[in-house]
């Protein structure tokens, strides 16, 4: 699981580089149908395939394909359009553990320590703290910009409850396929309406696209849900908080971004959260979880049953 978790932290970020790639030579939503139409074409036949739910499953398949890749990556995109750093994107959209964390007992049934409550604050301190050095940094960007990828990281936080809360959930690959299906319909249609779907003929253009389908999609996206069925909500979210220093650290070598003592201090401290969250409960805090007939989580230090059920990847 640890091999796999940094090969998403890599690959989650490499959407974000990818996008400025993009950008650089097209329209955010040329860049975004021609980002998913190859994908669709290239998954269509896992969603040909019965899957798990009928077509209420399909639904609500297509509902969590809309939020968690239509509506992030449009945020995402603009976002960084708008001048906002790729690192401060990828931190603003590190708050998402702490929106699950506190939504997870109410929707989920899902119990989180005071141990990891601290380290989503420390977390939620370190996101401020880099967003507000970008934002001052007199780059032209306007304050409103940096609300944008956080209406994207909400439509992600949306999405993973409404899939967590599923009964019968389609394979990760047949998930996939009806996300970027949904999207590649979503985003031609919004290129067609704005007259953007023709793509320019630059080789870093469709460079930019292979690095977004292969890294980004297959393994960012695909990745994600597929952790979320093995370790759980919390630890794929505790590992949101790596991305932002996977990016930032890509975006100085790449673009020249700038990386100063503020953005040093708060990705330190988005380190230090992940520590907190993700570590181990010590020898103790089993004890007390067994005593209360609690069972101790090994992977992600959460503990939660609902109807029948453990969210923390495995079955109760």
Request: with cysteine.
């Amino acid at each position: 699981m640890i091999g796999l978790g940094a090969l998403f932290v890599a690959c989650w970020s490499s959407g974000f580089i990818g996008a400025k790639l993009g950008a650089a030579d097209a329209p955010v939503t040329t860049v975004l149908m021609w980002r998913f139409v190859p994908l669709a074409l290239l998954l269509a036949p896992w969603l040909v395939r019965s899957g798990a739910g009928g077509r209420a499953g399909l639904g609500r398949q297509i509902l969590v394909g809309a939020l968690s890749q239509s509506g992030y990556l449009l945020t995402v995109y603009c976002a960084i359009g708008l001048g906002v750093n790729t690192g401060t994107t990828a931190l603003i959209d590190g708050v998402q553990p702490l929106v699950v964390a506190a939504l997870a007992g109410p929707l989920l049934g899902v119990a989180v320590s005071g141990r990891q409550w601290a380290g989503l604050g420390v977390g939620a301190a370190g996101v401020a703290l880099v967003t507000w050095s970008d934002a001052t940094s007199g780059h032209g960007t306007p304050l409103w910009a940096y609300l944008v990828p956080f209406a994207g990281m909400c439509c992600l936080v949306a999405a993973t409850f409404l899939d967590r809360r599923t009964r019968d959930r389609p394979s990760p690959v047949r998930a996939v396929a009806i996300h970027c299906t949904t999207s590649a319909v979503v985003f031609t249609a919004l290129a067609v309406a704005t007259g953007t779907a023709l793509p320019p003929a630059s080789a870093r253009f469709w460079l930019a696209m292979a690095w977004l389908i292969v890294f980004a999609t297959f393994g960012g996206y695909g990745l994600y849900w597929l952790l979320l069925d093995r370790v759980g909500v919390t630890a794929v979210n505790t590992l949101m908080f790596l991305v932002p220093a996977a990016t930032t650290i890509w975006g100085t070598l790449m673009f020249g971004e700038p990386f100063s003592a503020w953005t040093g201090t708060g990705l330190a401290l988005a380190l230090a959260a992940t520590w907190l969250v993700s570590r181990r409960p010590q020898s103790r805090e089993r004890a007390v979880s067994a005593a209360r007939g609690a069972p101790p989580c090994h992977r992600t230090g959460v503990a939660g049953v609902r109807r029948g059920r453990r969210f923390d990847g495995g079955s109760a």
